[in-house]
């Protein structure tokens, strides 16, 4: 029954983050809601009343399912592996939906069209010997 209920407020507690609009919020949401999957899994291995699933000490039909636990293992290595992209990504992101319409009018009147993260680039002199040099590039593709 305990692990029912945790269940239920994992899966509750990340849908209730993923509707929000916050890009880190809908990260935490999805994370939760994998653990929620994964514990649901382990609870579908009903390993509570069976013994190791190793050959040489237990029968067959007294082991547990080892299936679900290699099931949650292989989740957990995904979910991390998701987790740290979409968290890599919402670093990097410029912003996410949460601006209002002042916001990005406020924006667009101080747009640098060619700030990167970490440092800003700047444009090319049509003159110099490195806008000739991306010209031949060009020319030879």
């Known amino acids: 029954m305990i692990i029912s209920a ?27 809601m994998s653990h929620g999957v994964n514990l649901l899994l382990l609870a579908t291995g009903v390993g509570a009343w069976r013994d190791d699933p190793v050959a040489d000490r237990t029968p067959v039909a007294d082991a547990a ?10 989740a957990i290595v995904i979910s991390m592996a998701a987790t740290a ?10 912003d996410d939906d949460t601006t209002s319409a002042e916001d990005m009018e406020r924006a667009q009147r ?32």
Do not use: C, K, W
């Open 110 to 141: 101080e747009f640098r069209s060619l700030e990167t993260r970490g440092r800003a680039a700047h444009h090319i002199n049509e003159q110099s010997a490195q806008a000739r040099r991306r010209r031949l590039r060009e020319e030879e593709y």
């Open 85 to 94: 992209v979409m968290l890599a990504m919402a670093a990097l992101g410029r």
């Open 65 to 74: 399912d080892p299936l679900p636990q290699a099931f949650v293992l292989t």
């Open 6 to 32: 945790v269940i239920a407020i994992l899966i509750a507690g990340g849908v209730y983050l993923v509707m929000q609009r916050g890009m880190v919020r809908i990260i935490i949401g999805t994370t939760l």
